[in-house]
């Protein structure tokens, strides 16, 4: 009698330049893909063959194959399905071009440096997919470009409300993403650019400042280039944002997502040394609701503390209010008739104000500046990391904190989240 097949296990055969899309919903499902005969990849990272892949909740993937494939894929298929029409051929022309930009700065006689990307669009149109497969094809190439990700909706390299940058030197792990070794973060404290556009603007200066610094000092990088992902918030405002970022980077290409009026404006302001490129959105970029989002910022947070598939064992502690020294980016605005002379109320935004610890910080993220003093530029000095805290003793006076590190020094200086998380742990 023949063997009865398992129901939860598919086998599915991709022809050439088609793809597998999946999604995990529900908590309790997950599903498993392993690639069985073929080459195949998952965001410009290529499956080795014969390893389960597993997948859980909120994952949203495709599987592509230049060559054909066959995979086995474990779980509920209702949520998967092939498709045939993908937009990989036009990445891997914006990646061929690049890969040109590179290969004529490495052949210059004086050092030159490697192409800036950015990538721009409207929310969901899979700008940091793109980001994603462009930096996966570059390190496979042997490059060691440097990402940036200005989207602190998402915060991707830290937290929800930072910007971060980090150097890729290997694909982007499956399950988990770029590995994040000493990445460069500054602390902003909002999801949202319009809270604080002032200090967004001025970090954002300071992120390329230092990058292009470093790059100063890694000629392999320099000749790989950056790579920059950007917010979804490209009207008015934003728009400006996205401009101010192109010209703080002094990038040399823009991709624009789906949106052919962002081109077009682009293609307006932008010096004609910038090259703007429209790219098709690819079908299967998925929209996320408003909640799935916040899901989604509360789990980049809590994959902070906790880890992902490599599980982190932060530390908890208790801390006397009167050994912190809490600040916060941003004094309430005042008219300009009672500013001191010679000042704008928007000057407030980038100022550094005390904050007295109390009941008021519970479930707030804090950061941990690397700045010792206030005397020292606080706002623009890069991070170490975040802290949250977990509970107020108003009685004792102290609080709760939950570090990736051991007990932080006491001359720490922390500035504030708007950013809250709930450790449920
Ligand atoms: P954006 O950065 O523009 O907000 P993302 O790149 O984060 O968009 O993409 C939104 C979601 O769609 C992500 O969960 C991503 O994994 C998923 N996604 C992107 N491309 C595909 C695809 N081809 N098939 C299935 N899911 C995809």
Redesign the pocket.
Known sequence: MAEEKDPEVHEIVLEPDA?L?FEVESKLDTITLELKVGLAEIFGTELVKGKPYTFTTGA???VFTWQGCTLELRGKRNLCYIAKE?PMMFYLNCHACLEQLRMKAETESEVKRGPITMVV?P????????SRILLNYAVRMGRAPVYVDL?IGQGQISIPGAIGAILVERPADVEEGFPHNAPLVYHYGHTSMDKNHQTFNLLVNKMAEVVHERLQTNRKSNISGIII?TC?WVKGEGYRHLTHAAQAFEVDIILV?DQEKLYNELVRDMPNFVKVVLLPK?G???E?TKKFRMNSRDARVREYFYGGKTPLHPHSFDVKWSDLRVYKIGAPPLPDSCMPLGMKAEDNMTKLVAVQPGPNLLHHILAVSFASSTDDDVITTNIAGYICVTNVDVENQTLTVLSPQPRPLPDTLLILSDVQFMDSH
Request: aromatic letters at 0%.
């Open positions: 793809e899309r949203k993937l495709a993908t669009g929310t969901d149109v899979g700008k940091s997919t793109v989207d992902n979804g997502l690819s299967g970029v998925v996320r």
